[in-house]
């Protein structure tokens, strides 16, 4: 994308945000990466069960060895979560990144553009599928919602 001859000659606000985009999404994937490895290290340890529940939240002590492990009343901590949710959250600012680059570039030379010209045409086409994809977006996430 970055050797796309629109890129070198578009605004800066848009080179900015494709290349914010790159870097939200190459952290997403390393803060998810790290997750991985540390949730699959976390199955190594003795009694792994309790171990998760001291690194997630706190809750009541865990029973005796031997005895059926329950977490009732378990609670997570903000800040785990927070944690957990952080390679979401730079995916999805990439993502919002990319979409406003892409716009950017698209709409910069439809204004000076000749009425009904082929950058025109570019900036409407690329508007219908961008609406036609949040639309669905949005449809398969109520619909998943909806079922549970």
């Not at 199955?43 to 009732?72: C, H, K, M, T, W």
């Not at 949710?85 to 999805?92: E, V």
């Not at 000749?114 to 996430?141: N, P, Q, T």
């Amino acid at each position: 994308m970055f050797q796309w001859s629109q890129f070198t000659t578009s605004s800066w606000t848009a080179q900015a945000a494709l290349l914010i985009a790159l870097c939200f999404g190459v952290i997403s994937v390393i803060m998810a990466l790290q997750q991985t490895f540390f949730l699959n290290e976390l199955s190594f340890r003795p009694n792994p069960l309790e171990q998760a529940r001291r690194i997630v939240g706190s809750g009541p002590p865990a029973a005796a060895p031997g005895d059926p492990i329950e977490y009732p009343g378990l609670q997570v901590r903000f800040t785990t979560a927070l944690i957990w949710h952080l390679p979401h959250m730079a995916l999805g600012s990439s993502i919002y990144a990319m979409i406003a680059g892409l716009s950017i570039i698209v709409v910069h030379p439809a204004r000076t553009a000749e009425r009904w010209g082929d950058e025109w045409k570019i900036a409407i086409a690329y508007f219908v599928a961008l609406v036609c994809s949040i639309v669905a977006y949005f449809a398969g996430g109520f619909s998943q919602y909806e079922a549970m």
